[in-house]
């Protein structure tokens, strides 16, 4: 009861993404943060970031879960979503090349994934994109 009531926290903003972190946890979720941003382009997996981190997976599941709010595989999803959020603003790359170089092995999931976070698809952000880009 005296973790969940402390004022002794570091907040991270990592490219949009906040968490609130109690400082005995700030090292262990920078490592997995840290872990994700350098490997998001291939598959990342939870064996891996839970032998990172000294935890068994369904422990750093749910230490996950309860630190963030949401699963690992949502904020590795995240994190590939704003990649291509970034990659789709540069018009010479086709959707797959986008898809693909955020990590996703494929098209109809990064499609389905994008919109779920985003609310519109990646064509449609792009032509989005482009127009903020011809007003200003």
């Known amino acids: 009861r005296v973790l969940g ?52 997976v369904p422990a750093f599941c749910r230490y996950f879960k309860r630190l963030t709010g949401k699963t690992f595989t949502h904020f590795v999803n995240e994190v590939r979503v704003a990649q291509a959020c970034q990659l789709l603003s540069d018009e010479h790359l086709s959707i797959a090349a986008v898809s693909y170089d955020s990590g996703f092995n494929n098209l109809s999931h990064f499609s389905r994934v994008f919109r779920e976070h985003t609310g519109v698809s990646p064509s449609e952000y792009r032509t989005a994109s482009q127009m903020r880009r011809a007003v200003h």
Do not use: C, K, P, W
């Not at 968490?19 to 994700?36: D, K, P, S, T, W």
């Open 5 to 56: 009531q402390t004022v002794d926290y570091q907040s991270l903003n990592a490219d949009g993404f906040a968490f609130e972190v109690q400082a005995q946890h700030l090292e262990r979720i920078q490592e997995v943060y840290e872990y994700v941003e350098a490997n998001f382009q291939q598959e990342v997996t939870l064996d891996e970031v839970s032998r990172r981190v000294n935890m068994t």
